[in-house]
C-alpha cells in the first residue's frame, strides 16, 4: 500500500499512495469495480438494454400516473402503518464500510491519523449511500403518504428527515455491536442496538406523523445518538480484524444477494454440536443395529439443511392439512406422511451408502435392520405434528388425549410399510 517508488528522498511523495485521501480514493474506485463487476455477471448489456431500461420507464409513467391520476383501491384500504413499518424494516438493514483491509495492520498501524481518516471517509460514504437509498424508497413512497393519507407535506419531509438520521443512528450502533460482540451475545445486544430504535421511531412516526415539530424534536434525539456513536467508534481499540471482516461481509452484500439459492452457505464450525452434545446414546439397546440408527438420527439432526427442508415440509404439510375439507383430511395424512417417508429412506440410503460409513463392518441386513429402525423414529415428531392438526380441529378438547398416540401408530405403521418395499429391496 505504502510502495517506495524510489531509494532515496524521505518524502511522502516517495510512496505511491502518500495521503490517506488518494489510499481511500483508490479502495473506493476499486469498490465500485469490484460491485460493478459483480453485477455484471448477473446483468450483461442485452438484459440493460431489453428489461432493466424498459423496466425504469415504464415504472416512471406509473409513478407519474400515482401524482395525477386515482390512487389504487388498495392503496386506500392499506393502513397508514404500513409506511413507517417498511420504513423501520428498511432502516434496520445493513451497516457500514469504512474500506480497512488486512494490509493496514502491517503497514498503516503505524499512522493511526492515517487510519483515522480512511474510516471518516468511509463512515461518511456509508451513511450518504444509506441516506440515497432510503430517499428512494421514501419517493417511491411518496405519493401515497401524501395523497391516500393526506400527511402535509412539510410533515412528510420531516418524516423523511427523521428516517435518514435514524438510520445513521442504528447503522452505526448495529456496527459497534458487530465489531465487539461475538456469538449470542452480539445478537443479545442488537436489541437495544437496533430493535428499540427502530420500535421507537416506529412509535414516534406513527403517534405524530402530522406534527412536524414533534417530529424534528425526535430526529434531535436520534442526530445526538449519531453524534455519541460515532465518537465511541473511533475511541475503539483491539477491534481491526473485526472491522475487516465486517468490510468484507458488507463489500459482499451484492454478490450474497446474487447467489443465494445457488450456492450453499459455508456452515461455521462447530467445537460441539448444537443437540446431542455429549454424545450420549440414543437407543438403550447396544447392538450394532441401534447405534447404526442412532448415528443416522443424529446426522439428520445435526444437518442444518436437512433440518431446514423437514421442517419447512412439515409447516407446509401443516397448512394444507388444515385448509383441505374434514373429509379429506386424513387421505392427505397418510399421502403427505408417505411423501415423508420416501425422504426418509433416501436420506437412510445416502447416509449408509456413505464411503466414510462403508469402513464400518455392517452387512446388508444389518443396515436393513438399522434403517427399519432410524426411518420411524424420524417420521413419528412428524406424524404426531399432522395428527396434531388433525385432532384438534376436529375432536376440540378429545384431540389433545388422541393426537399423540394416533400420530405414533400412524408414522410406525407407515415407515414399516415403506421399509418393507425400500430395504428389502
Not at 169 to 198: E, N, S
Not at 236 to 255: C, H, P, S, W
Not at 297 to 320: C, D, E, I, Q
Request: include cysteine.
Amino acid at each position: 500500500m505504502l510502495r517506495r517508488i524510489g531509494m532515496s528522498g524521505q518524502s511522502r511523495s516517495a510512496y505511491a499512495f502518500p495521503t490517506a485521501q488518494r489510499i481511500f480514493r483508490r479502495r473506493l474506485l476499486s469498490h465500485w469495480r469490484e460491485q460493478w463487476t459483480i453485477i455484471r455477471t448477473a446483468a450483461d448489456w442485452t438484459v440493460l438494454l431489453y428489461i432493466i431500461i424498459p423496466g425504469l420507464l415504464l415504472g416512471g409513467r406509473i409513478y407519474y400516473g400515482y401524482w395525477v391520476e386515482p390512487l389504487p383501491a388498495w392503496s386506500t384500504a392499506m393502513p397508514y402503518l404500513f409506511v413507517p413499518a417498511l420504513l423501520a424494516i428498511l432502516i434496520s438493514q445493513g451497516g457500514l464500510l469504512l474500506f480497512l483491509q488486512e494490509g493496514d495492520l502491517l503497514f498503516l498501524r503505524q499512522r493511526q491519523r492515517w487510519v483515522n481518516a480512511i474510516m471518516w471517509r468511509g463512515l461518511l460514504y456509508s451513511l450518504g449511500v444509506t441516506t440515497l437509498k432510503i430517499g428512494a424508497v421514501y419517493l417511491v413512497m411518496l405519493p401515497f403518504i401524501i395523497r391516500s393519507y393526506h400527511v402535509p407535506v412539510s410533515a412528510a419531509v420531516v418524516l423523511l428527515i427523521l428516517t435518514v438520521v435514524t438510520s445513521w443512528c442504528v447503522k452505526l450502533l448495529g456496527h459497534l455491536v458487530r465489531v465487539q460482540r461475538q456469538g449470542w451475545r452480539k445478537w443479545l445486544w442488537q436489541i437495544p442496538a437496533i430493535i428499540i430504535p427502530c420500535g421507537f421511531y416506529l412509535r414516534m412516526a406513527i403517534l405524530w406523523y402530522d406534527s412536524p415539530g414533534l417530529l424534528l424534536t425526535v430526529a434531535g434525539v436520534f442526530a445526538a445518538a449519531t453524534t455519541t456513536a460515532i465518537q465511541r467508534r473511533f475511541l475503539l481499540r483491539g477491534t481491526f480484524m473485526n472491522d475487516v471482516r465486517e468490510d468484507y461481509k458488507q463489500r459482499m452484500n451484492i454478490a450474497s444477494l446474487l447467489l443465494r439459492g445457488v450456492v450453499d452457505k459455508p456452515r461455521p464450525t462447530r467445537h460441539k454440536p448444537w443437540i446431542f452434545r455429549r454424545s450420549q446414546p440414543l437407543l438403550r439397546s447396544k447392538q450394532a443395529e441401534s447405534r447404526f440408527a442412532a448415528a443416522a438420527v443424529k446426522a439428520l439432526v445435526r444437518n442444518p439443511a436437512h433440518m431446514k427442508l423437514y421442517l419447512s415440509f412439515a409447516g407446509v404439510t401443516g397448512v394444507a392439512i388444515f385448509i383441505v375439507p374434514s373429509i379429506l383430511k386424513w387421505l392427505v395424512f397418510i399421502v403427505l406422511n408417505s411423501l415423508m417417508a420416501y425422504w426418509l429412506h433416501s436420506f437412510w440410503s445416502l447416509f449408509s451408502g456413505d464411503d466414510f460409513v462403508g469402513i464400518l463392518p455392517f452387512t446388508k441386513e444389518q443396515k436393513n435392520r438399522a434403517g427399519a429402525k432410524a426411518v420411524p423414529i424420524l417420521l413419528i415428531p412428524f406424524s404426531v405434528f399432522c395428527a396434531g392438526v388433525i385432532c384438534l380441529q376436529l375432536y376440540a378438547w378429545w384431540g389433545l388425549l388422541l393426537f399423540i398416540p394416533v400420530g405414533c401408530l400412524g408414522g410406525i405403521m407407515i415407515a414399516r410399510i415403506f421399509s418393507t418395499f425400500r430395504l428389502s429391496s
